[in-house]
């Protein structure tokens, strides 16, 4: 157990369908992260908030939007989905200001948009 | 982004020692870390160098950094069954961004 907890584990969706995923992390960190893996590609980072601000957006397409109602929780919204959005979605929180700072992971929600 | 690159597949037999490999591109890198994944869970931090240093020992696992190279490898002794798993190579860049490989995917033969 991490501190980090996702859900739903798994999702099933449809490319007009509207969801949610969510974050909450139980670590006291000031900031939290989404990051997308798919098969044989680098980890990617989706989206940052520190003290509850989003700072970065990595050309994320506007069919993905985050949502940081408080440090301990994280929301990610999907709306009309394409199949390529099909990949496991993790979250991660860390404590900024600490130097050696560490991510700590979720165990991820598995997409696939059909 | 910064670019973080590792092989895909690695193959050991259980006893022998396993050596993932990895090379970044952000010679600023303060830290870098090695994550892994076990099958359907998130990433788990393994250990991290800072980059002052050559050279790490953690019980089975070694690190070492070569910073002019700007390769990082992680050795794990004695591989067991259990370290069957997606290893991550990280480092940490410019506005406490984290930029990861693709992960390498140890397989442990019995």
């Known amino acids: 157990e991490t501190g980090v907890t996702q859900t739903p584990r798994h999702l099933v969706m449809g490319m007009t369908n509207k969801k949610s995923l969510k974050c909450e992390q139980h670590l006291g960190h000031n900031a939290m992260y989404w990051y997308k893996q798919s098969a044989k590609k680098p980890l990617e980072l989706m989206f940052v908030y520190s003290l509850e601000e989003r700072v970065e957006n990595n050309s994320v397409p506007s069919r993905f939007s985050p949502e940081c109602p408080n440090s301990s929780h994280l929301f990610l919204h999907l709306h009309t989905l394409q199949p390529e959005d099909s990949a496991l979605y993790l979250c991660?929180?860390?404590?900024?200001?600490?130097?050696?700072?560490?991510?700590?992971f979720g165990s991820g929600t598995q997409l696939s948009v059909l | 982004g910064e670019d973080v690159e590792q092989s895909l597949f690695l193959s050991v037999r259980e006893g022998d020692s396993s050596v993932i490999n990895c090379t970044y591109t952000?010679?600023?890198?303060?830290?870098l870390y090695w994550y892994k994944q076990e099958p359907g869970a998130g990433l788990q931090l393994l250990t991290y160098?800072?980059?002052?240093?050559d050279m790490k020992q953690d019980q089975r696992l070694t690190v070492l950094l070569n910073k002019k190279d700007k390769h990082l490898s992680l050795r794990i002794a004695d591989t067991q069954t259990g370290d069957s798993a997606i290893y991550f190579c990280?480092?940490?860049?410019?506005?406490?961004?984290?930029?990861f490989g693709t992960g390498t995917s140890l397989t442990v033969i019995p």
């Open positions: 952000d010679s600023s890198s303060t830290y």
């Open positions: 990280a480092e940490r860049g410019d506005g406490n961004q984290f930029y």
């Open positions: 160098i800072f980059s002052n240093m």
């Open positions: 991660a929180s860390s404590q900024e200001g600490q130097g050696n700072e560490k991510l700590f």
